[in-house]
């Protein structure tokens, strides 16, 4: 059990990305979420824009993706350790992401726990 979470383009269908228990991740993902919408974010497509990306990316360079409290199930008590692992493949998506983006497509991040 525990947070899962995936990214693809609309047209694709299928995960490019996949995380589990990223909760610094999560905790960004869920701020661009509530944002948007007051509904909840388990479960529910999350439609990213350019800016989004370019935040995340920023975030991630500079070391400074938001600490999450999400508790056991979002790994949160080893979010730096996950923030580091994953580091190289957050830069990875964003590149992706931005270049979907760019060619028209729409970027979805998607996670349920």
């Known amino acids: 059990m525990g947070l899962d979470q995936f990214a693809w383009s609309k047209e694709n269908e299928e995960p490019k990305f996949q995380w589990r228990k990223h909760a610094k991740l999560q905790e960004f993902m869920e701020r661009k979420w509530h944002e948007k919408s007051e509904e909840g974010f388990n ?38 350790e996950s923030a580091k692992e994953y580091r190289e ?25």
């Open 89 to 113: 493949q957050d830069l990875e998506f964003c590149k992706w992401a931005k270049n979907e983006i760019l060619n028209g497509r729409n970027v979805i991040y998607h996670c349920w726990w």
């Open 43 to 80: 479960c529910v497509d999350l439609y990213l824009d350019l800016e989004d990306i370019k935040e995340l990316e920023k975030a991630i360079i500079n070391n400074n993706m938001p600490e999450s409290e999400g508790g056991f199930f979002y790994g949160h008590q080893f979010q730096d």
